[in-house]
């Protein structure tokens, strides 16, 4: 049977799938099972910024699994400590520990029950637009309705404000705020840079009221924006941040990072079977080290430039904004995006949506600039006029 006919038959039914199936993966190209050949700025929904078969990455895979695959965390592991000494090697000055997790969701869970822990208070404030996750506490902390409404009522006490509104944000943090969450660059919501002054104030106002500054960095992580941080850009010292997505290269993994303002946690207020797994470890380690060995956030930083710069030249009645920064870019059309997905598909070439009208691109970091340029090239085209959308054309 086919590969498409199997999935429809027994999968959950939770996702709107494009027709192809894709079966190998080199850097930024990636192929389906008819060896028809697409570059990928998909990567992996954020967690490709390694590139398929990274070298450095399978072989710590393949090492580890010949060595230990499982040690859970009532003892101690040579690949865990090594990985948490050099997370905190990277992250911003005011992390001091980290918990080991296997996503983002999970991450962001993890950072909202540490700042009602430390605080001992039980509220949060968030973005309008923002996006944290789906299980129940990163879902409340989420702004949008179709994924919210099934389950409410979720955590109460949560307050959405407009993102990059100081004044909003100065008014909803009180003395009963445990933290603020809110992402660097919004990705899901559709690619919107914080500004500078938007994202020192919010860490101010934290400092200054007694609550946590959680910076979900799970997709702005690990070279994505230019920095090894998106936090970097702004000199920005989260009490809290969430991290998953390329963390190890693409194995599944996450981790929320805890600064001093957090202080000592209780022993068994929060934990996870699989949390700090060494083969997970392993390969977070191996995918670190090969970012910084081959200065991806920094070719992230120059490339996303170029890219962005290239894409701002498409002469396009559909286009109303470019924006992004490093290599996190989102064209945002007049028109819904889902058609042009599809056009840039079949030329080979594969994005995301962020929201209804936005095109993401979240290309490995590895990525050629031929190959950019040819996505340039791809999107023009496909910009270049209208598509008549059919009915009932599903959205992502
Ligand atoms: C993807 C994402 C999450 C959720 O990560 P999962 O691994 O899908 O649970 C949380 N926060 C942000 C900013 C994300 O982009």
Not at 331 to 346: D, F, G, H, R
Not at 352 to 381: C, N, W
Request: glycine share 10%; with cysteine; charged share 25%.
């Amino acid at each position: 049977m086919k590969i498409q006919d199997l999935e429809n038959q027994f999968t959950s039914g939770l996702y709107t799938k494009r027709p192809i199936a894709f079966v190998r993966g080199v850097g930024a190209h990636l192929w389906d099972s008819d060896e028809n050949e697409y570059i990928d700025c998909v990567g992996g929904q954020g967690a490709g910024n390694l590139g398929h078969a990274n070298p450095a990455v399978v072989a710590a895979i393949t090492q580890q699994a010949q060595t230990l695959i499982s040690c859970p965390e009532m003892f101690y592991n040579d690949k865990r400590a090594e990985l948490e000494q050099k997370l905190i090697s990277i992250a911003p000055k005011s992390i001091k520990r980290v918990y080991l997790c296997n996503s983002g969701t999970e991450a962001v869970e993890a950072c909202l029950k540490f700042a009602r822990v430390a605080t001992k208070r039980k509220e949060f404030v968030a973005t309008m637009r923002g996006f944290h996750g789906r299980s129940i506490g990163a879902l409340s902390a989420t702004w949008e309705k179709k994924y919210r409404e099934p389950y409410e009522p979720l955590w109460p006490g949560f307050k959405h404000i407009a993102y990059n509104d100081i004044e909003a944000l100065d008014a909803a943090v009180t003395e009963q705020t445990a933290g603020v969450i809110l992402e660097v660059v919004q990705g899901e919501g559709g690619v919107r840079p914080g500004s500078a002054e938007y994202l020192q104030a919010a860490q101010k106002i934290c400092r200054e009221r007694g609550a946590m500054f959680i910076a979900d960095e799970v997709q702005t992580g690990f070279g994505r924006t230019g920095k090894m941080f998106a936090s970097e850009h702004y000199g920005l010292e989260p009490d809290l941040m969430s991290l998953a997505k390329s963390i190890a290269g693409g194995v599944p993994m996450g981790a929320a990072l805890i600064g001093e303002r957090v202080g000592q946690l209780p022993s068994q207020v929060h934990g996870s079977t699989f949390g700090g797994n060494p083969l997970a470890a392993a390969a977070s380690l191996a995918a670190i080290g090969y970012l910084e060995e081959n200065k991806l956030p920094q070719r992230s930083l120059e490339l996303g430039a170029w890219f962005k710069s290239e894409l701002m030249k498409i002469e396009s009645p559909l286009i109303r904004e470019v924006r992004g920064l490093g290599l996190m870019v989102g064209i945002e059309l007049k028109q819904k995006v889902t058609p042009y997905l599809q056009a840039l598909m079949a030329k080979g070439v594969l994005a995301l949506p962020a929201g209804l009208t936005v095109m993401r691109f979240l290309p490995p970091l590895v990525i050629e600039k031929d190959d950019l340029a040819k996505v340039v090239s791809v999107v023009a085209d496909v910009l270049a006029k209208p598509i008549e959308e059919k009915r009932g054309a599903g959205e992502e």
